[in-house]
């Protein structure tokens, strides 16, 4: 019993001791000096939190649609918005380096330091391989280098009846480049080149020719023009603003 008693003093003297050192000055002084210290940590972080990321506050997305990539970049330099750009396309009536997409889309609401990503125009146009249309029918071979971005310069007919309305040659710049037994592989900047093309014709079809191009030429001029191509003239309807036919 004596043994119990013993540990029961010594540890009532424990707990004595323990609080009178929590309600001690000595500790609450510091106790409180820990807790506002704390509290100011808590504060700055939070305030500091907030200023940085804006807490709150959302912004609208300009319409960068149109303007070109410079534009973007002078108009965006102290901005709230970061730009990237991650894709090109190729569009020749279009200015070099015009925004054609963005994303996010203009006006949307998004916070501060966003990135928005932009589509733009290639500076210059992309080389593609003029596509082998030797032997196919007029109308895929047409499309086939319209889907290239290959114009068709003119067209003309040549009789062979073993294959007619088929593709006998393509030519470029004046010189063949595709017939039967040739390809040469030639690349062209995009939209930027047109060939001429020779199409078989059965004799028995007749003999077809093609239209010239009367568009903005005088009256006297397309007449003249039309006669040596050999084909006649319909009618000649005004518009009636008309008051000199020359």
């Known amino acids: 019993m004596s043994r119990l008693s013993g540990i029961g003093n010594r540890l009532k003297n424990f707990f004595t001791e323990v609080f009178y050192f929590l309600t001690s000055r000595t500790f609450l002084y510091a ?38 990539l410079p534009q973007v970049l002078e108009q965006t330099k102290n901005s709230h918005f970061n730009i990237s750009v991650i894709d090109s396309t190729y569009k020749p009536d279009q200015p070099p380096l015009m925004v054609m997409e963005q994303n996010p889309l203009p006006k949307a609401k998004v916070k501060v330091g966003r990135t928005i990503y932009l589509t733009v125009n290639r500076n210059a146009a992309p080389m593609v391989e003029v596509p082998n249309v030797w032997g196919r029918s007029y109308n895929e071979a047409k499309n086939l280098l319209e889907y290239t971005g290959i ?46 093309i020779i199409i078989a014709q059965d004799p028995e079809e007749g003999t077809i020719l093609s239209i010239p191009k009367l568009v903005c030429k005088t009256l006297d001029e397309a007449l003249f023009m039309i006669e040596a191509s050999n084909l006649n003239v319909g009618v000649v309807i005004s518009d009636g603003t008309v008051t000199d036919s020359l």
Request: charged share 30%; hydrophobic share 40%; proline share 4%.
């Open 31 to 68: 106790f409180i000096k820990m807790a506002a210290l704390l509290a100011i940590i808590v504060f700055i972080t939070t305030y500091w939190m907030k200023c940085y990321t804006h807490h709150g506050e959302s912004f609208s997305v300009t319409d960068f649609r149109g303007m070109t």
């Open 151 to 196: 114009g068709i310069e003119s067209e003309e007919y040549r009789v062979y009846p073993e294959a007619p309305n088929t593709i006998l040659e393509v030519i470029l710049d004046g010189k063949v480049i595709q017939k039967k037994g040739v390809d040469k592989k030639i690349k062209v900047p995009k939209g930027k080149k047109k060939v001429k």
